[in-house]
Each structure stands twice: as C-alpha cells, then as structure tokens.
C-alpha cells in the first residue's frame, strides 16, 4: 500500500516527491538550498551528477510506502530505467524556509 504524494506531511518532501515523479528537474531544484548535500548508501555523492543519473536521465519514480519524523523520514519503493525497483529509504533536512539542505538515501 502506498501513500498518495498529497497526503505527504511535510510540504517540503511532497513538493520534492512530486517533483521527482513529474519529472521536473527544476521544479527540483527549487526546492534545494544553493548549498544542499546529498548521500547514497552513507557515501557524499556531487549532488548534480546523482540526480541526473539517478533521477531524471533514467526516470526515476517514487512510491512512498512509510513515512515517520513528521514526514522527514520516507521508506519508498524508488524505481529507474537503469536499476530497476528497490525498496529504499530516505531522510530528509528542511530549513525553517521549507527548502531542502540534505537529503540522504540508501537501501532499505
């Protein structure tokens, strides 16, 4: 079961799951602070290198199964043109202006 991107808790991570499943990168990239870090699997990755990879040159699709820390926290199942469907998680920091400073993701 799934959760309807509408019904994400905090405006931050659904605009940035929204954004993700549309497809548009700089609807994205709005929603990050000019200084926003990433990690995959515990690893800093180049931020601009991941998300064209990982997200929008191979069409990457989030359904959220879980969501926990007043939304902050997803458990997705993540899919993409070059890996397929995973079970992920995700963590999420937003600043006091609702933009995303660091997001961090990994196997679940």
């Known amino acids: 079961?799934?959760?309807?991107?509408g019904k994400l808790t905090?405006?931050?991570?659904?605009?940035?799951?929204?954004a993700?499943?549309?497809?548009?990168?700089?609807?994205?990239?709005?929603?990050l602070t000019p200084d926003a870090t990433m990690s995959d699997d515990g690893s800093d990755r180049d931020l601009?290198?991941?998300i064209d990879r990982e997200i929008f040159a191979s069409r990457g699709?989030?359904?959220?199964?879980?969501?926990?820390?007043a939304g902050r926290d997803l458990v997705v199942d993540y899919r993409n043109d070059t890996w397929g469907?995973?079970?992920?998680?995700?963590?999420f920091d937003i600043t006091?202006?609702?933009?995303?400073?660091?997001f961090e993701t990994g196997q679940a």
């Open 20 to 31: 993700v499943n549309a497809h548009d990168e700089s609807g994205f990239k709005e929603l």
């Open 96 to 102: 006091d202006d609702g933009h995303i400073s660091r």
């Open 10 to 18: 905090d405006p931050a991570v659904r605009a940035f799951v929204s």
């Open 61 to 69: 699709h989030m359904d959220v199964v879980k969501e926990s820390n």
């Open 1 to 5: 079961m799934t959760i309807q991107t």
């Open 85 to 91: 469907e995973m079970r992920t998680r995700w963590h």
């Open 48 to 50: 601009d290198q991941w």
